[in-house]
């Protein structure tokens, strides 16, 4: 979006020069006043538009929830602003490479991320296709991840978590999918999971270690959402910010925890 923002924009102050080089001759026609009025407009027009842009790329992004995998922290239709700086301002044409970081990533951070590859189908990869999820971070880079019985646990602890919802009651045993821990970690992350069926590691998953500069997202409707359990972790390259200010519906509006 903010591409082609930025494009459009490019394209309104290439043409507000042109019309800027023929206005002297414009002057001298009956067409003066609708020349002026179209010159002015442009001329507003592709500073506000670069300004929306430029502000859009580095501060604050609007997001518009597509799925039910948040419910019920967010909803489906629920518009939302994204703090885009508080990770640290992203380098254009630099794959995703940050500076200036306000805080770090943490555990119970509801995010916005660019669709890693691994988390689209055949078909979107093939048409490069480019969309955003929304999910919370549930483990950084270090962390160790196990999730049994639907219960997570991280670092060997248990994570007590108000937000996560379940829409079924049923609980799919543990399948031990590899023979060994390092089989297990290596399929992991290389989103070997998104081949097997989802019963198979949905409420009992892991052990996993969060890759250096990775995170273990989830969403907070876990039995419905398609998350880190089934692609792997999410690199760093791919955050985009953290979920601010929820603004519509009116009735819903407040500031993300």
């Known amino acids: 979006m903010e591409f082609k923002l930025l494009i459009a924009g490019a394209v309104l102050f290439v043409v507000?020069?042109?019309l800027r080089l023929v206005k002297p001759r414009m002057q001298e026609t009956r067409f003066k006043r609708i020349f002026n009025e179209i010159h002015e407009w442009i001329e507003t027009g592709w500073s506000a538009v670069l300004l929306a842009a430029f502000l859009m790329y580095f501060f604050i992004q609007a997001f518009k929830i597509?799925?039910?995998s948040m419910r019920t922290t967010l909803l489906e239709g629920d518009h939302l602003f994204v703090n885009k700086f508080i990770y640290g301002f992203h380098l254009p044409l630099s794959d995703g490479?940050?500076?200036w970081p306000l805080k770090d990533v943490k555990r119970g951070d509801i995010v916005v991320f660019r669709c890693p590859p691994l988390a689209l189908t055949q078909a979107e990869r093939e048409d490069k296709i480019d969309k955003d999820f929304i999910k919370r971070c549930v483990a950084v880079g270090g962390d160790r991840v196990l999730i049994k019985d639907k219960k997570l646990y991280v670092n060997g602890e248990f994570v007590v978590e108000p937000h996560a919802s379940y829409s079924e009651s049923v609980v799919y045993p543990y399948v031990k999918l590899f023979p060994t821990n390092e089989e297990y970690q290596r399929a992991w992350?290389?989103?070997k999971f998104e081949e097997l069926p989802a019963a198979a590691f949905r409420d009992n998953f892991g052990p996993v270690t969060v890759p250096p500069g990775h995170y273990m997202v989830m969403g907070d409707n876990r039995d419905r959402s398609f998350d880190s359990r089934f692609w792997g972790p999410l690199p760093d390259k791919y955050l985009k910010g953290r979920a601010l200010f929820l603004y519509w519906p009116v009735n819903r509006?407040?500031?993300?925890?």
């Open 16 to 18: 507000a020069q042109v």
């Open 66 to 68: 597509p799925s039910g």
């Open 97 to 99: 490479k940050r500076f």
């Open 189 to 191: 992350e290389k989103g």
């Open 253 to 257: 509006m407040r500031l993300i925890k």
